[in-house]
């Protein structure tokens, strides 16, 4: 069957066999950062944005993408850096494995809700498995983003924040972070 998918903002038409689940398509079209994990939908590593809705993508056949925009992690790089650099400075990534499904699913959570509470940052990442963390360390990488945001800290592009200078924000380089300062929120997304 053939389908036609905006996939990260470019239109794309294939020929997929009708039983291709969506993980495995991105994943061909070189979209690394899409895990398989426990391809049982328990995870969350495999996490893209199907009409900007959170889904798990081990458990849709690309079928259903068809004539949809799709986004994984290397669609939003800019947006994942800018909060990447907070989880890098709590030391919340260990073997980064599930990085880029939590970062999507963070994403997702900050454009449905921009002020959570702890309670509602917990139950919203509830499906985000890490095998290495206790996952303190994320939710205070969240806590400190959304207060720089709500701090009103405007970038333009990334790795350079209007009218601030250097080491302002956590993860710069030249910042007195703790973290690495890469903000690599693409830690382990290429396997
Ligand atoms: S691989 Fe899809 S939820 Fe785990
Ligand atoms: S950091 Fe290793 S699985 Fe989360």
């Known amino acids: 069957m053939i389908v036609t998918v905006e996939l990260n ?19 061909n079209e070189g979209c ?19 009409n900007d809705v959170p889904v798990l993508s081990c458990g849709v056949l690309t079928a259903r993408a068809d004539g ?14 800018e909060f990447g650099a907070f989880i890098a400075d ?16 963070a994403v997702a959570l900050f454009r449905e809700n921009p002020d959570p509470t702890e309670e509602e940052i917990r139950e919203y990442l509830a499906g985000n498995l890490c095998r290495c963390s ?28 209007s009218g601030e200078s250097k080491g302002d ?3 710069d380089p030249g910042g007195e972070s703790k973290g690495d300062g ?10």
Do not use: H
């Open 68 to 81: 949809c925009r799709v986004t994984t992690l290397e669609g939003i790089r800019d947006e994942a850096w």
């Open 134 to 161: 206790g996952y303190e360390g994320q939710l205070r990488g969240i806590q400190a983003y959304l207060a720089w945001k709500k701090a009103g800290r405007p970038r333009t592009q990334a790795g350079e924040l």
């Open 9 to 27: 903002g470019k239109k794309i038409t294939r020929e997929i066999a009708p039983d291709l689940l969506l993980a495995d398509f991105v994943r």
């Open 32 to 50: 690394l950062s899409v895990k398989r994990g426990c391809e049982t939908a328990n995870c969350g590593l495999c996490t893209v944005f199907l």
């Open 169 to 171: 924000r956590p993860g």
């Open 182 to 191: 890469s903000g690599n929120i693409a830690e382990g997304a290429e396997e």
């Open 90 to 105: 709590q030391g919340a990534e260990q073997c980064g494995f599930c990085n880029p499904g939590f970062v999507m699913n």
